[in-house]
């Protein structure tokens, strides 16, 4: 690839950069205020659990952690087909920025899970469908974020990274299904199903605020992580270009 | 307020599971911010090494050279 080449490729951010800097104080704002309004319903605004007590409390914060999981995978998944297909740099970029932050949501729902299991189910982990599937995707995030960085060629990493993500995507029908499809000791879904929501309005109001938050919190800091990228990709072009000029002389 | 605290008895599985988020989160936050300013420094650094040079060669789409003396950086904040 030569240096016009490389160029033309990645000065075109131009326009995301633009888009991204109008964008990024409402989804920070947006982030802040959902957390603080979301914590409140979370914490004083809702009862406690008939049978649950006190650990439904748990829920505000595991549900819409697990929510974005299988949310930032599946963006990730659509931006590797993207990336492969049509080669956007920014495709690729973006599931390289959100991987991170995907792995961090998977991880809270896990850890937050086991910390409901034990006192309410007698058990800190289990080898049933949906835990296990779902610590499947941590792994394929993280199995992700080592393939990326694996090449000396940053866009041989980020290709093989993307075809990674467009397999592991059949991980995500398994996890939301599994519930169903398996005798699990976790219960079945009881927002995103058919015949709407069965959950006290008390509870589903701030589940949805928490995920509004969480929502903000990832479209923020993907815009900054993908901008660290896009400049990564300039510092590089820069080296390049001048590790180049040194060798002509 | 201590009554609140005890999460009816449930504090040691309530708190850390808040906790762990908030680190989480404000932790993946601080390190985005601090790789996005190191890597601005790192360009602003390489950037002005080697300022308004003008290219030699020719564009490979043979668009004329609108970029070239301008850093990369310069229009944005």
């Known amino acids: 690839m030569s240096w016009g080449q490389s160029m033309h490729r990645f000065a075109n951010p131009a326009r995301f950069l633009r888009l991204s800097a109008a964008l990024l104080p409402w989804s920070a704002g947006a982030a802040v205020i959902l957390t603080i309004v979301g914590l409140y319903l979370s914490l004083f605004g809702s009862p406690p659990d008939y049978q649950q007590g006190e650990t439904v409390r748990i829920m505000y914060i595991h549900v819409p952690a697990a929510w974005m999981s299988l949310f930032v995978y599946t963006n990730m998944a659509v931006a590797a087909g993207a990336g492969l297909v049509w080669k956007h740099p920014l495709a690729d970029l973006f599931a390289k920025a959100a991987a991170p932050i995907g792995a961090g949501f998977t991880f809270v729902c896990l850890v937050t899970g086991s910390l409901w299991g034990a006192p309410m189910w007698g058990t800190w982990w289990v080898w049933d469908a949906r835990l296990t599937s779902v610590l499947i995707l941590f792994f394929l995030y993280l199995g992700y974020m080592a393939l990326v960085n694996a090449f000396d060629d940053p866009q041989r990493g980020l290709r093989a990274g993307n075809v990674l993500l467009l397999v592991g995507i059949v991980n995500v029908p398994i996890i939301k299904f599994s519930v169903d499809w398996w005798n699990t000791l976790h219960q079945p879904a009881s927002v995103v199903k058919m015949g709407g929501p069965s959950i006290d309005p008390t509870m589903l109001l701030p589940l949805l605020v928490m995920a509004g938050a969480f929502t903000a919190y990832f479209v923020a800091v993907v815009l900054l992580r993908l901008r660290a990228e896009i400049t990564q990709r300039r510092i590089q072009t820069l080296r390049l270009s001048a590790a180049g000029e040194g060798a002509q002389g | ?77």
């Open chain 2, 1 to 77: 307020m201590t009554d609140f605290l005890s999460m009816g008895g449930y504090a040691a599985f309530v708190w850390p599971a808040y906790a762990i988020a908030a680190l989480v989160l404000l932790g993946l936050l601080l390190a985005t911010w601090k790789g996005l300013r190191d890597a601005e420094t790192t360009l602003k650094a390489l950037e002005s090494a080697r300022p308004a040079r003008r290219r030699t060669r020719p564009r490979a789409d043979g668009k004329p050279d609108t970029a070239a003396g301008t850093p990369a950086g310069a229009s944005e904040g």
